[in-house]
């Protein structure tokens, strides 16, 4: 079945230590975002690349970068990650064709210690 | 500004009882409109999508949802309320179809 992949669903990083979250479709959908998802919050908004064109939320700290190499793959890079960076972390993909309804992955959740 | 309000952070129903899940939106332009689900630990369902067709919008597992321009509404609804409904639900709305906007989420109680 096309889908959203997110690996890994349960990632456990260290203060101030470098960890990058991945994301994959096989739905060949030309937009992908990246949520972030506090406990009994809903998803906000980082950042979204609509084809290659990467569109950065005003409030996205400097902290969290992306990249996407191809149409399949996004990742989403935490370079320092703090306690408050602790959150389930979504990727979502939609294209114009399915009148941009998002799939979503199943999320992975960060741990900071 | 472009924004959805979900009136009822939680929302307790008994077991076939109603459920009613509102959401407001702002605009002066009719939006694309979605309602998802979210079990816990999970990614979001979509459960509906309004875009500009039928004003009344079937979704899965029994919920619908009128589009009310009037009133700026989008509430969802289903007849007879299931144990396994119980989840958080976000209403959505979208602009360009980039861009998307939730709610703050409504978390449905289903009580036996």
């Known amino acids: 079945d096309a889908m959203v992949i997110q690996n890994p669903r349960y990632q456990v990083t260290q203060f101030g230590k470098p960890v990058t979250l991945s994301c994959s479709q096989t739905?060949?959908?030309?937009?992908m975002y990246w949520y972030q998802q506090k406990s009994s919050q809903a998803p906000k908004l980082l950042f979204h690349?609509?084809?290659?064109?990467?569109?950065n939320e005003a409030d996205t700290p400097d902290n969290f970068q992306s990249r996407r190499p191809n149409t399949s793959f996004c990742f989403l890079d935490i370079r320092s990650p703090g306690l408050g960076d602790a959150a389930m972390y979504l990727c979502?993909?939609?294209?114009?064709?399915?009148?941009?309804?998002?799939?979503f992955g199943p999320g992975t959740r960060l741990t900071v210690t | 500004a472009q924004s959805v309000t979900q009136l009822g952070s939680h929302v307790s129903v008994s077991e076939g009882a109603l459920v009613l899940l509102r959401c407001n939106y702002s605009s002066s332009v009719p939006p694309y409109l979605f309602w998802y689900v979210q079990y816990p630990n999970q990614g979001l369902q979509l459960l509906l999508k309004y875009t500009s067709a039928a004003t009344l919008v079937k979704g899965i597992n029994g919920f619908e949802a009128e589009f009310k321009k009037s009133e700026t509404s989008f509430h969802l609804t289903k007849p007879s309320a299931h144990m396994s409904d119980a989840a958080e639900y976000f209403c959505?709305?979208?602009?360009?179809?980039?861009?998307?906007?939730f709610g703050t989420g409504t978390s449905l109680t289903v009580i036996p």
């Open positions: 979502a993909t939609s294209s114009r064709d399915r009148g941009y309804e998002q799939y």
């Open positions: 739905l060949n959908h030309n937009v």
């Open positions: 690349y609509y084809d290659k064109d990467f569109n």
């Open positions: 959505a709305v979208s602009f360009t179809g980039n861009q998307f906007y």
